[in-house]
Each structure stands twice: as C-alpha cells, then as structure tokens.
C-alpha cells in the first residue's frame, strides 16, 4: 500500500501529518497523547513569558462548518514546554515548540532559553495569534514582522520557522515572501493561523457565540480551507528554499492531499482535531492511502507539490 513517509528539515517522520499548535496540546497529557497517537509530529501550545489563564469563557465553539475561537493564549508558561521538550523521546517522532512572545523581548528571552537547552526540537515562532487584546498580529505589520525576525533569527542562529496569518492580497504574499526569504535560518513558513476576528452569530439567541472581543474570534475549519491552501501554494511559489507546512481546513485524506499538492511537506490539523480526537490521525492516513492507491501514487514526493493550473 502507498507509503506515507516524509522527512522534515532532514529529519524522517512515518507520515506528514501532526497537531496545529493551540490544539491537544497545552497540557502534557495533551501532547503524550499525540505522542502515543499515529501523528507524524506534534508541536505544543504556543508559549509565552508567564503562565497566562487566557480570556473569558466561552471562548471555543464548534460549529457546522467549523469553529471560532479567541482563547488568548493560555498556556502554562514556556518552562513548562521547554521542560516537556527536554523529556521527549525524538527517535519516536519530531516535536515543535511553538512560541508567541506578547513582546519582542519576551521572544528573545523565550528563543534563548531554547537555544541554551541544545534540543532536536523545531521553533515555530507564532506571528499572527488574533485573540490578545490590545496586541496586533506582528504578521500583519511588515516592518514589526522584519524587526521581529533580524532579531529572532541572529538570536537563536538555528534553523527555525514561523507561523503566519493568513494573507488576501498578492502584494501581500509579495512583500511577506520578500522579508522571509532575507533570512536564511529561517528554514519553514507555517501556513495559516485562523482567520482573525470573524463574528459568528446565533439567530435564536440573536447573540454572539463566543464571550471576548463582543463575539469577535478566529475561524478555523471548512471555512478557511482555500484560504489555507491559497498561501500555502502562495508561499510555496514564492520562497524556493523554504519548506511550507500546511495548515487550516484539514478534515479528510483529499484535505491533506489537497495541502500537499500545493506544496506543504506536512500537514497541521486544528478544528478536526479538538472535534475528534487524536485518532484522526489514522482516519485521515487511511484516506489518503486510499486516495493514493486509486490514483496510483505510491509516494507522497510523486505528486507533492505538482499542483497543475488550467
Ligand atoms: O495563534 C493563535 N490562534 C488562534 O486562533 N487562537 C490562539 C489563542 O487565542 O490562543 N492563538
């Protein structure tokens, strides 16, 4: 049957597919639990300085064509994640730290600690969390995004990736393409985060769904898959020497099919996940083995990336 193996930044995995970071895996029973899953990676909660609570609930809701959410970063502080990365077994599977620093120093001082730990785990530097009020996206400001990463990228010198917002416009993937490919560690482009700041409404109720930011939070799901795979092909076309990990919209096998066509090496999923649980991992490789098989594909390096256009 198709083999799904893959390799990441030289590493080999059994399969592309791993967690969206925020989903499964803010606790350490979370990610042993993706551990023990058949997920080919898995990356942690995104960090930040102290231990936070996040917003008010409710602040995550599951919906017909996917979810909103505005949980503010809550995580249990990055030293809880460096601890738990310094205690994973790499030989077993790749894991990823994912890091968003309400402050450029904050980042600095996370990504130090990182790098002072010498760990085999991947940085996945978060640019683009919509739900921390009173603080913008640094992935949709340029110049705060370029400074962010000279500083980042001289600091921790090791190859590391972000993990961006989605982007709508053509100048857009141009200028973003432009500051990215200007630094050379930076190995990896995740693509998307949610899409930041919809409002979902409830007719009954005739109310929001969601307590912070008056209804206002990130879409994930089937809302946002040709979204997802717009930047990452986007970004693919555009930065030749970087490896682009796919994420948003992922439910099924022709889902992560689709990402890998447009160029991903891995697939992230987030809203499928939360939903059912780390056993999606081996529903959607079935799938895609499946999908493989009918059309002849017995590796993933066959058709990745060979997205034909009319
Ligand atoms: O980067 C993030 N994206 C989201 O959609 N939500 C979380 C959060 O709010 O913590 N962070």
Redesign the pocket.
């Known amino acids: 049957s198709p083999d799904l193996a893959t390799s990441f930044l030289e590493q080999p995995l059994d399969n592309p597919l791993m967690n969206a ?2 989903v499964w895996c803010t606790l350490a029973a979370q990610l042993d639990a993706l551990v023990e899953s058949s997920a080919g990676a898995l990356v942690t909660k ?1 960090c930040t300085l102290s231990r936070r609570d ?2 008010a609930e409710p602040r995550y809701r599951a919906l017909p064509l996917g979810s909103i ?6 995580n249990e502080g990055y030293a809880y994640y460096l601890d738990y990365a310094a205690c994973h077994d790499y030989e077993r599977k790749p894991l990823f730290v994912s890091v ?1 620093g309400l402050s450029l120093d904050d980042n600095l001082t996370i990504v130090a600690a990182l790098r002072e730990a010498v760990l085999p785990a991947f940085l996945e530097l ?1 640019l ?5 009020e009173g603080k913008p996206q640094p992935g949709y400001d340029f110049e705060a995004m370029d400074q962010f990463l000279a500083e980042v990228a001289t600091a921790y010198r090791r190859p590391f990736g972000v ?1 961006l917002p989605p982007y709508f416009d053509f100048v857009h993937f141009d200028t973003a393409a432009e500051i990215l490919n200007r630094y050379d560690n930076l190995a990896f482009i995740t693509c998307i ?2 899409i ?1 700041n919809g409002l979902v409404i409830d007719t009954d109720s005739e109310s929001t769904v969601i307590r912070p930011k008056d209804g206002f ?2 879409l ?1 799901g089937d809302y946002v898959l040709p979204t997802a795979l717009a930047n990452v092909n986007a970004f693919y076309r555009r930065c030749p020497g970087k490896t682009i990990i796919g994420c948003g919209g992922v439910q099924t096998g022709a889902h992560v099919f689709q990402h890998l066509l447009a160029g991903a090496t891995l697939v992230q999923v987030g809203t499928a996940l939360h939903e059912e649980g780390p056993s999606i991992f081996d529903r959607l490789q079935h799938e895609l083995r499946e999908l493989m098989a009918k059309k002849g594909y017995s590796r993933i390096e066959e058709f990745r990336g060979r997205l034909k256009t009319l």
């Open positions: 970071a925020g995104s996040g917003n959410n505005s949980m503010g970063l809550p968003s978060n683009s969390c919509p739900n921390v993990k985060n949610s930041g939070g990130g994930g």
